[in-house]
């Protein structure tokens, strides 16, 4: 072997092409299987993908770096499961360009967050974390109450259908509307959101104000969405999968 | 500092359009654009551009350059990439202490997008890992590269292309950062025009090297440029994979990555480990092998060792990206193969850090005298520290105490703090006064100054951080006598503060020690003698 080196680094290609070969085996081992996700990775009937107002509320998610705090991740750990709910299967981020699973907890898991606090808690807590908790030490962000720009709704969504995230034509077309009527439950639109999304949607007004479309509104229903896009979970923690 | 008086008639010509084409792209993605990030971005590289055409169009009809300059080697970019390192370093270090004090004070920041943590805190990952860290890489490997190669580099233009489009890059980067744009991806939250643009610098530098490596007088290739050839390709490979995406539209920053959920994470920390594998070690282990044994005067103490730890961190740290992953929903057997080459990897990571130390038998006197030696001697011992915590740390059990904890911070900044940026101290330290024809620093008790607050920071930041990291595990998983959890989620964060506020200090030295090395570099560059001393062996021409 040192004798192979010793001729190895007289050419210098030579060490190239070594050096690909040696640094490739491991990836392709550990992340080709992987390419059979759909044999692997079981699908939940009932999994739904986010609607346009949940997708721009992840976008600005991203945009305001939460994930570097808070993990979208349960380990299959007791006390994880005690705390938290039950632990996140592979499915639940089938959809998910990128998956937001996270690396740290300066701030809690929110894999099970959605519909844990009322809409006007999250409002409140974004706005001033410490008026709700008051040693809590997260940055407020009081700039989501400004109106939300929709512009980009529609060609992000087309975006993922291409990637395979079952959005249909339909739902690519009415991105702009289905958003604006998620936050409105007085509206015609909404009917069109049970329809393409399910009846287990949250169709309210969750800044509080029907009449403005704020970036709250999208951040607090990506929020309320998290942990609710299907019951498997929920489902094999009961024994009802008998896994 | 980006001096044309090197470049030749052609050169010059090639530098000239090349400044007008990145005008031109810059204009174009502004065009495309019409708003936004991209439209900012955009208009950055066009501004660059136009000073480079003022730059390099002021020289275009000057007087040729004398040929002797052959008879050299080609320093001016390295000097230009070691004043990136260090303004990074100040830059992105001062964003790393402020926002540890976010978290300690949290309502420090204005309530302006812009300086809130989330934002921040990639500006500071970006900026040391890929400003500091990547700039340091590339100007010391173009140094290492021509003397361990006894030539000049090839060409004159290509060296600047890299340095000053890489730049560009981490520019567009933290920029797009605090604008709200972002991937989100870890250590790659760069948007997609900026990767691709990563790629085509990447793609030049590989090729200089190459073409460098061609041209030696030594039939061997040292064991420094295996390391940096390592870095070079592997960082290549890594970041085309991982940050394959789809834009949402020519004219707009955001884009989706072609990976989704339990697949997206496999591929995104067999990329975030393999960064810390390939970018903060392999490149520096190149410059360890290189400047510890100039410096200390001694031949690396086994060559054998060498190779097999070379060989030994190539194959093996490839595989250790999913123990990122422990008790999630990667598949078993991914997080078991993860574990177990992260203990093996124990392994060619001792023989490296080993190999460094023994090289030192016979020069510990020089150690004690020399600070710059001195960085580099901590700098192996944190790494052979780090690669210890690293192994133990991806052993399941351990990893389901240390997870998603400050112990994870601690481990990275012990690598990062303790091996990475020492031995960029070190090679700074020894570089600048070489390439300003001078014996030593302008200053010597300032690197003695530089060197124990770099260690007191450390030290401070990374226990504080063990300790925050083990009283966080033990108070989440603590169930009291009736099986109910002892803690809330917020008493946990609440017996973080003493810690938070001891990272802060600790990262506060850290910073100081490094405004004193860019002030004291400054100085010896300003108080130059004249350029490096040592010379390429060039051909001479036939009677």
Same mark, same amino acid.
């Given at each position: ?150 512009g980009l709704?529609?060609d992000s969504?087309?975006t ?84 | ?16 359009a090349l400044s007008f084409a990145l005008a031109v792209l810059g204009l174009v993605m502004a065009a495309a654009a019409g708003q936004g990030v991209m439209a900012v971005h955009g208009a950055m590289a066009m501004l660059l551009g136009i000073f480079l055409i ?72 970006t ?34 292309f890299?340095?000053i489009g890489y730049n560009l890059f981490c520019l567009w980067a933290v920029s797009g950062y605090v604008l709200g744009s972002t991937q ?5 939250e760069a948007e997609w025009y900026a990767d691709l643009w990563l790629v085509i610098v990447w793609v030049v ?38 940050n394959?995406a789809l834009p949402v539209g020519w004219g707009v920053a955001e884009s989706f ?33 290189? !400047? ?6 001694? $031949?690396?103490? +086994?060559? %054998?060792?060498?190779? =097999? *730890?070379?060989?030994? /961190? ?110 960029? !101290? ?6 600048? $006064?070489?390439? +300003?024809? %001078?014996?030593?620093? =302008? *200053?010597?008790?300032? /690197? ?96």
């Amino acid at each position: 072997m040192l004798k192979l080196h010793y001729n190895l680094e007289k050419l210098s290609m030579g060490l190239v092409v070594a050096i690909i070969v040696a640094a490739s085996i491991g990836g392709i081992v550990e992340i080709a299987p992987l390419f059979t996700i759909d044999e692997t990775v079981e699908i939940p009937d009932d999994l739904r993908p986010h609607t346009p107002l949940e997708l721009a509320g992840r976008e600005i998610y991203m945009r305001e770096g939460c994930y570097a705090c808070h993990s979208q991740m349960v380990r299959s750990l007791a006390d994880e499961l005690d705390r938290y709910g039950p632990y996140s299967l592979a499915s639940e981020s089938a959809y998910d360009h990128p998956m937001l699973w996270g690396s740290k907890r300066t701030g809690p898991d929110l894999a099970r967050l959605g519909e844990k606090y009322s809409d006007a808690w999250h409002v409140q807590h974004l706005i001033d974390p410490r008026s709700v908790v008051p040693a809590s030490i997260m940055p407020a962000y009081p700039w989501l109450m400004r109106r939300l720009d929709t512009g980009l709704l529609r060609d992000s969504m087309a975006t993922l259908a291409r990637l395979g995230v079952p959005y249909g034509d339909d739902a690519v077309a009415a991105a702009q509307a289905d958003a604006l009527a998620q936050a409105r439950p007085d509206s015609d639109g909404v009917d069109g959101v049970f329809e393409r999304y399910g009846e287990d949607v949250a169709v309210r007004a969750f800044d509080g104000d029907p009449a403005v479309l704020t970036e709250m509104d999208a951040v607090v229903a990506y929020l309320q969405s998290l942990g609710r896009l299907t019951d498997a979970p929920y489902g094999i923690l009961a024994g009802e999968d008998g896994e | 500092m980006i001096a044309a008086g090197a470049l030749g008639m052609t050169e010059r010509k090639v530098a000239f359009a090349l400044s007008f084409a990145l005008a031109v792209l810059g204009l174009v993605m502004a065009a495309a654009a019409g708003q936004g990030v991209m439209a900012v971005h955009g208009a950055m590289a066009m501004l660059l551009g136009i000073f480079l055409i003022f730059r390099t169009g002021g020289a275009l009809y000057d007087d040729g350059p004398a040929d002797e300059r052959f008879e050299r080697y080609y320093d001016a970019p390295t000097r230009f990439g070691i004043a990136m390192t260090l303004v990074w370093a100040i830059v992105a270090m001062a964003v790393g202490v402020w926002v540890a004090a976010l978290l300690y004070w949290p309502e420090g920041t204005p309530a302006v997008p812009w300086t809130s943590f989330g934002r921040l805190r990639p500006v500071h990952t970006t900026g040391i890992i890929f400003g500091f860290g990547g700039n340091a890489l590339i100007a010391t490997s173009f140094h290492v590269l021509q003397r361990t190669a006894r030539a000049r580099l090839a060409e004159h233009v290509s060296p600047w292309f890299v340095l000053i489009g890489y730049n560009l890059f981490c520019l567009w980067a933290v920029s797009g950062y605090v604008l709200g744009s972002t991937q989100s991806k870890e250590y790659a939250e760069a948007e997609w025009y900026a990767d691709l643009w990563l790629v085509i610098v990447w793609v030049v530098y590989f090729v200089l090297y190459m073409r460098t490596l061609a041209r030696r007088h030594e039939p061997h290739i040292y064991v420094a440029n295996w390391y940096y050839l390592a870095f070079i390709l592997v960082v290549a490979m890594l970041h085309i994979v991982n940050n394959i995406a789809l834009p949402v539209g020519w004219g707009v920053a955001e884009s989706f990555p072609v990976w989704a959920g339990v697949q997206d994470a496999m591929v995104q920390w067999w990329y975030g480990h393999n960064a810390v594998a390939f970018f903060l070690t392999a490149g520096f282990l190149a410059m360890l092998y290189y !400047f510890l044994p100039v410096r200390s005067g001694r $031949p690396i103490w +086994s060559y %054998r060792l060498s190779i =097999v *730890s070379f060989w030994g /961190i190539v194959f093996f740290y490839v595989w250790v990206g999913s123990h990122h992953l422990h008790y999630t929903a990667l598949p078993y057997w991914a997080q078991t193969l993860g574990m177990t080459f992260s203990v093996m990897l124990l392994v060619p990571s001792w023989a490296a850090a080993g190999n460094a130390i023994a090289t030192l038998n016979g020069a510990w006197h020089k150690v004690r005298d020399d600070a710059t030696l001195r960085f580099m001697f901590v700098a192996a011992v944190f790494y052979g520290l780090s690669t210890f915590e690293g192994s133990f740390l991806a052993i399941r059990p351990v990893n389901s105490l240390s997870h998603y904890t400050d112990w994870t911070v601690g481990h990275v900044h012990s690598g990062t703090l303790g091996w990475v940026a020492m031995i960029v !101290f070190g090679a700074i330290y020894t570089v600048v $006064p070489q390439l +300003s024809g %001078r014996d030593a620093m =302008v *200053s010597l008790r300032a /690197i003695e100054w530089h060197f124990w607050l770099a260690v007191g920071g450390t030290l401070v930041y990374t226990v504080s951080m063990w300790n925050a990291g083990i009283v966080q595990g033990l108070m989440w998983r603590a169930y009291d006598e009736n099986g109910a959890l002892s803690y809330s989620f917020i008493e946990s964060v609440q017996a973080m503060a003493p810690y938070y506020l001891a990272r802060t200090v600790g990262g506060g030295m850290f910073l100081m020690g490094a405004v004193i090395c860019a002030w004291n570099c400054r100085a010896t560059m300003r108080a130059a003698r004249g350029e490096a001393p040592d010379r390429p062996i060039v051909a001479q021409p036939a009677e």
